[in-house]
Structure formats: structure tokens, C-alpha cells
């Protein structure tokens, strides 16, 4: 178990609807980063949250969001979803604000499905 | 952010040492070296990471060269369950990577 958490772990959906993720990262821990991994693709970072403030941005499409809340849980929102936005979604989260010397820790992920 | 070179796939017999090599022949001064295993689906696992030095933890070792141009993560006694897809990553903050293809151990009886 490597303490962070993230829901729900499966979600089905309709083409053109909105969905929100869910990530509570280990105690401590103030940056928190999304990835996004398609069907035999590598992981693709997303966007990341340091304390409650965006820190930097990978291939984020419009159409996503996220936000890191006061108790520095963290919530990706997708929106007019499309069948390929049908994907596994990792949360992970380190202590600082660089992976640099320290180690991240990932979710099990939330498996999206959009129909 | 220096580019890294996997093989695509590897094999290794059950109990003996696996060595996992990754060349980043581009990697600059404050670059880190970061190795993570994902098994099936399931999220990324942290094996270990270094910088100039040598690196040893109770999953694995990471042998970096003198000119940091490449590096082998070494499992020292591979069992069935470190059958995994494994990634090696070169950057100063590593949450920002895109993982890449990585190498697929598996780790055969």
C-alpha cells in the first residue's frame, strides 16, 4: 500500500459526459501529479499541484482540469469525454515540489471507460 | 531532458540476478536517475534512484557509470514476482516525465 489513495477505482461512462477523480495523497505529502496511461501506452503526465497551486503542465488536454484542495487532496475533472479519453488515470504524490532526491508514490489508478 | 534507451524486453531465470540496462548518454549534471516497475496495470512502483553514486536498497541496486551515460538496475535475486514492465527516468523533477515504453522483465521458473 503505498498510501495514496484515489477514486472510484472504476468508472463507466457515456460519450460526452463529465467526470470527476479523485486523489488523497500520503500524509505529508504536498505536490500531487496526474497521469494518464492509454491502452499499451506509457504513462503521460498531466498536470501537477504543489500545495494548492499548479506547479506545471504536461499534455493536458482543454477539456481537463484538475485542483489540489486545502487538505491537499486533489480532483482531476474530464469533460465532453471521448472514447479515447478511455484510459487508466494515476494520482501520485512526494513531499516536495521536484521529484529531485525524493521518491513519488503512486495510486492504484482509476480505470475509465467511456461507451 | 535527456533521452532514455530501454530494451524492449528481457528474460531472466527464476532466483538468478536480473540486469536491466538504460543508456542516457544526453543527461545533464542535475539530472537524477529514477527506476519505477509497474506490474499489470496496477499503479508504478519506486524501486530506487541516484545521482553520481552507487545506490543500494533492500529491492535492488543501481550502478551508475562514471560518465553517467548509462546506468543497470540490478535485481539481485529475481522471483516470478518481479515480473513487470520496468522505467527508467532521467530528469531533475521526474513527476514531470512521460514514462515511456520502459523494458518487460520476465522472470521465468
Redesign the interface.
Known amino acids: 500500500d503505498?498510501g495514496?489513495t484515489q477514486t472510484p477505482k472504476h468508472l463507466i461512462t457515456a460519450t460526452g459526459q463529465r467526470v470527476t477523480l479523485r486523489c488523497s495523497p500520503r500524509s505529508g505529502d504536498l505536490?500531487v501529479?496526474w497521469?494518464q496511461?492509454s491502452l499499451d501506452q506509457?504513462?503521460?503526465?498531466l498536470i501537477?499541484y504543489y500545495n494548492g497551486e499548479e506547479r506545471?503542465k504536461?499534455?493536458i488536454l482543454e477539456r481537463f482540469s484538475a485542483q489540489q484542495f486545502p487538505d491537499l487532496h486533489s480532483e482531476l475533472n474530464l469533460s465532453s469525454l471521448e472514447l479515447g479519453d478511455s484510459a487508466?488515470y494515476?494520482c501520485?504524490s512526494?513531499v516536495s515540489d521536484?521529484?529531485?532526491?525524493t521518491?513519488?508514490?503512486?495510486?492504484?489508478?482509476t480505470?475509465l471507460t467511456v461507451v | 531532458d535527456a533521452k532514455t534507451t530501454q530494451p524492449t524486453s528481457m528474460d531472466c531465470a527464476e532466483g538468478r540476478a536480473a540486469n536491466l540496462p538504460c543508456n542516457h548518454s544526453t543527461i545533464s549534471g542535475n539530472e537524477y536517475v529514477y527506476w519505477y516497475r509497474q506490474i499489470h496495470s496496477q499503479g508504478p512502483q519506486y524501486i530506487i534512484h541516484g545521482l553520481k553514486n552507487n545506490e543500494t536498497n533492500e529491492m535492488a541496486s543501481l550502478i551508475i557509470t562514471e560518465d553517467r551515460k548509462s546506468s543497470t538496475l540490478i535485481l539481485p535475486h529475481a522471483t516470478l514476482r518481479d515480473t513487470a514492465v520496468y522505467y527508467c527516468i532521467v530528469r531533475v523533477n521526474a513527476g514531470k516525465s512521460t514514462f515511456g515504453d520502459g523494458t518487460t522483465l520476465t522472470v521465468k521458473p
Open positions: 503505498s495514496v505536490s501529479y497521469y496511461q506509457g504513462l503521460q503526465f501537477q506545471a504536461g499534455n487508466l494515476f501520485a512526494s521536484r521529484w529531485g532526491n521518491e513519488a508514490f503512486f495510486g492504484q489508478g480505470r
